[in-house]
Each structure stands twice: as C-alpha cells, then as structure tokens.
C-alpha cells in the first residue's frame, strides 16, 4: 500500500502508513507483532469518539499537523520534508536510518497536549514497524515540540522518544501434555484473553502476577512466563504447555 494518511484534518488520531498489508495475522506473543487492521480500526473508532467532543484548539491542531506531515514525508522518504519539522534537521538522522531500516511502517498520531510549565507541546506516538527480514516491532512514546521565535510562531519538532510495548493484540499457540494444542488470542488493551482447545473456548481475563502472565475465567487458568505455560480446566490438572 502507498503511503498514505488515514484521518480527517481536526482529527486527534491518525495513522501515516507505508508498506502495510492486510494480511498480517496473529503469531507468537514474544514477537511483538501487531495486528494493523485492528490497529487501524481501533484508531479510527477513537477518531470517531474524539469528534463528539469540543474542536480542538488551533496551537494544539498545528502542533499535531507538524507531527503527521514530518511522518508523511519520512514514509515517502521525503528526506527534506521531514526534516523541515524540526528545530535541528540533524536531530531527524537517527528516525530517517530507522526508517529505511524497515520495509512496512506505521505510526499513529494522539492528540497534542499542552505542557502547563511551558509553552511546549507534547504529541502521543505508537510506532508499528517491521524490517524486510525480521519481526514486527511496536514502540510508544511522544514527539515534544516547541514554538519558534514570535517572528514566525511555527511549531517545531524538539525530539521524539519511543520505546519498545506490548502490541496490542497477539496470539501463541502451545503445545500441551499429551500432544493437545492450545490457542490463545491476547488483547491487551482490554486486558482478555480467548483460549481455545478443540471444540472448546473459554474467556479470560488477566490477573495480576509477580512475573510473566495469569489469566483467568471460566473456570480455566493460564499461568506463563517465556514459552511456558501451566493450564488448567474444570475437573482437570494442571498441564504443562510450550509455545510452537
């Protein structure tokens, strides 16, 4: 798919996307990788929340503007462009060796945030990314930007700061006692879990744990860290299981 900006001009979510298909599935959850069609549809639900409340402010639209259009130029690879967004163009380097790092990219854009100590803006970033050759990576983080001298007022790029999280929706499939398969498709922004063995499903949610992951319901239970996993059903024991 070409690069492309998916939103609407007052928007306070939106997505810059290059190299993106639609036929990313769910994989082992120690890949990191994303589901981008639901990535998509997730922020295009957000950008139907947002467009109920008041307009957003014309400081924080620019901000956010300069954001998705230095975005649009790197995944064009408009070096020049994108460069052109911040304060120094040498700080924009490190993103544009990055970017040519990777064969499909995606970044979605929040709403800016004023920072009340100063006149500064901070803009909300998730980074879906995956190399020619490798696995597919998501990173959170945010663009700070700062206001230029009053002689132009024009809103520039300071900084961006990502670091790698968890996707939002993954999947692992184990391999059981007795040679039983279990698939289990993880959501953690809703923090659920549907775990399916055969013909049968059970829903679960997370429960807090020391290390590693617990999810619970319906009677089951999926305790895990690594590769793996112990799970249990009503009526039966705890059964020892590993990612495949």
């Not at 995956?130 to 990576?137: C, D, I, L, S």
Request: proline share 4%; with cysteine; net charge positive.
């Amino acid at each position: 798919m070409r690069s492309a900006l998916i939103g609407i001009a007052s928007a306070a979510i939106s997505i810059v996307a290059a190299g993106c298909t639609n036929g990313v599935e769910s994989a082992a959850v120690a890949s990191n990788t994303v589901d981008l069609s639901a990535v998509a549809r997730d922020a295009v639900a957000d950008i139907g929340n947002y467009s109920a409340v008041a307009p957003i402010p014309a400081d924080e639209q620019a901000a956010g503007d300069v954001v998705r259009g230095m975005f649009a130029a790197l995944l064009d690879r408009r070096w020049d462009a994108a460069r052109a967004a911040w304060r120094d163009p040498a700080s924009a380097h490190r993103l544009e060796g990055e970017r040519r790092g990777y064969d499909r990219f995606m970044a979605e854009v929040g709403r800016a945030v004023p920072d009340g100590r100063t006149d500064d803006m901070a803009v909300p970033l998730e980074i879906v990314a995956t190399p020619a050759k490798g696995v597919q990576q998501l990173y959170v983080g945010e663009a700070a930007l700062i206001r230029e001298p009053a002689t132009t007022g024009r809103w520039r790029i300071d900084r961006v700061e990502l670091s790698p999280a968890m996707p939002a929706r993954a999947a692992a499939t184990y391999r059981c006692g007795g040679g039983a398969i279990l698939s289990v498709a993880f959501d953690n922004r809703r923090q659920t879990a549907v775990a399916t063995s055969g013909r049968a499903t059970w829903r679960l949610e997370q429960q807090r744990a020391a290390s590693g992951i617990a999810y619970s319901g319906d009677g089951a239970l999926l305790r895990g860290k690594g590769r793996d996993a112990d799970w249990s059903v009503p009526g039966g024991s705890i059964v020892r299981c590993r990612t495949v």
